[in-house]
T-cell receptor, first 116, second 116 residues
Framework: EAGVTQFPSHSVIEKGQTVTLRCDPI?????LYWYRRVMGKEIKFLLH????????ESGMPNNRFLAERTGGTYSTLKVQPAELEDSGVYFC??????????????FGAGSRLTVL | AQKVTQAQTEISVVEKEDVTLDCVYE???????LFWYKQPPSGELVFLIR??????QNEISGRYSWNFQKSTSSFNFTITASQVVDSAVYFC?????????????FGKGTSLLVTP
């Protein structure tokens, strides 16, 4: 089966511009997650969708970040306007199981965002 | 406070050497899960193992083994007879069930380089 697909693999934008990252989870996976790794730091949780609903968005840094999952399939993460500190690698992951600590997530290769 | 500490930032070994990647975690929960993920150069995070807090049995999978010790809050990962293909960044992660929901708390990762 196809894995988790993320697009674009790398995006370079200027401060103040808008970027939209896309994630296609594994087909049939109701749970979709966004994580982010800022240079030199840990990979941090951003939010979690169950189908089209936001189950947990406690990790979203501020209101410049907007995540959507219309129809419960693919998801987009929009950053508007982008700031320098938003640079990093944005990972998407999906899982089939219900929300629990035992969930094994399948991750994509990440979208690297560089804000100049 | 950082919940998962991977003190080794980078490790370099020669092929066929054994190498141990350290992971120390911090939690107040009695039920939690520990994970190891591998990030090869292609970028995606690949699941290696999951352990729950009630199972302290060590696990071996081929050249990989894991040593879980609750007394020292550690979940170390050993690669025996390392190979060049083991070169990657390895992440240890913790999932609890309290304030952070079930989001994965990652360490900063250990970059392993295995040279011929």
């Amino acid at each position: 089966e196809a894995g988790v697909t993320q697009f674009p693999s790398h995006s370079v934008i200027e401060k103040g511009q808008t970027v939209t990252l896309r994630c296609d989870p594994i087909s049939g996976h109701d749970n979709l997650y966004w994580y982010r790794r800022v240079m030199g730091k840990e990979i941090k949780f951003l939010l979690h969708f169950v189908k089209e609903s936001k189950q947990d968005e406690s990790g979203m840094p501020n209101n410049r970040f907007l995540a959507e999952r219309t129809g419960g399939t693919y998801s987009t993460l929009k950053v508007q306007p982008a700031e320098l500190e938003d640079s990093g690698v944005y990972f998407c992951a999906s899982s089939q199981d219900s929300w629990s600590g035992a969930n094994v997530l399948t991750f994509g290769a990440g979208s690297r965002l560089t804000v100049l | 406070a950082q919940k998962v500490t991977q003190a080794q930032t980078e490790i370099s070994v020669v092929e066929k050497e054994d190498v141990t990647l350290d992971c120390v975690y911090e939690t107040r929960d009695t039920t939690y899960y520990l994970f190891w993920y591998k990030q090869p150069p292609s970028g995606e995070l690949v699941f290696l193992i999951r352990r729950n807090s009630f199972d302290e049995q060590n696990e071996i999978s081929g050249r990989y083994s894991w040593n879980f010790q609750k007394s020292t809050s550690s979940f170390n990962f050993t690669i025996t007879a390392s190979q060049v293909v083991d070169s990657a960044v390895y992440f240890c992660a913790l999932s609890e069930g309290t304030d952070s929901g079930y989001a994965l708390n990652f360490g900063k990762g250990t970059s392993l380089l295995v040279t011929p």
